[in-house]
């Protein structure tokens, strides 16, 4: 299995811009979570999908953050604009039933 | 809500030797599920090891062990015969039985000295 895929693994962007974060989870895991990590916060769950289906978006700062899972196999994670203080490491996770969560490699996003 | 406390920012340790890494909770909830998180420089976030608060019995992982004190609340991890591998962030993290929400620590540093 190639474990959960994210893209980019690195993003630099100017304030203002659009900026998209994708995530393939791993065949067969039924949920799938958005984290964001920063030295301040540590990890923060933004949102997760149950079955395609957005369960819990409590933790997603902003209007200007928006996630989308139109299928099983592909998930997205968008801000706009965005803005320097978005600049994190940003994690997704995927899980099968009641089983721990595995993690993609993270997309480091720097906005200047 | 649950909460998780790491109260050692940092750790270092001779290559070799054992090191314990603490861990405390604060749930109302009697079913959940524990987990510690390893990240190393290369940031990717690595299980290595849970523990259902129904078992009685500490999860064992080859050289990582964990002490889980369900009155007390409190999961530590220990790491045996410590390797320059080792070298990473570790993070304690709780979920509730039913809930997807992983609730993470602050992390400690754990650096392994040649």
């Known amino acids: 299995d190639a474990g959960v895929i994210q893209s980019p693994r690195h993003e630099v962007t100017e304030m203002g811009q659009e900026v998209t974060l994708r995530c393939k989870p791993i065949?067969?895991?039924?949920?799938l979570f958005w984290y964001r990590q920063t030295m301040m916060r540590g990890l923060e769950l933004l949102i997760y999908?149950?079955?395609?289906?957005?369960?819990?978006d409590s933790g997603m700062p902003e209007d200007r953050f928006s996630a989308k899972m139109p299928n099983a196999s592909f998930s997205t994670l968008k801000i706009q604009p965005s803005e320097p203080r978005d600049s994190a490491v940003y994690f997704c996770?995927?899980?099968?039933?009641?089983?721990?969560?595995?993690f993609g490699p993270g997309t480091r996003l720097t906005v200047l | 809500a649950q909460t998780v406390t790491q109260s050692q920012p940092e750790m270092s340790v001779q290559e070799a030797e054992t090191v314990t890494l603490s861990c405390t909770y604060d749930?109302?909830?009697?079913?959940?599920?524990l987990f510690w998180y390893k990240q190393p420089p290369s940031r990717q976030m690595i299980l290595v090891i849970r523990q259902e608060a129904y078992k009685q019995q500490n999860a064992t992982e080859n050289r990582f062990s964990v002490n889980f004190q369900k009155a007390a609340k409190s999961f530590s991890l220990k790491i045996s015969d410590s390797q320059l591998g080792d070298t990473a962030m570790y993070f304690c993290a709780f979920m509730n039985f039913g809930n997807e929400k992983l609730t993470f620590g602050t992390g400690t540093r754990l650096t392994i000295i040649p």
């Open positions: 996770a995927s899980r099968r039933l009641a089983n721990e969560q595995f």
């Open positions: 749930t109302s909830e009697n079913n959940y599920y």
């Open positions: 065949s067969g895991h039924n949920s």
């Open positions: 999908f149950n079955n395609n289906v957005p369960i819990d």
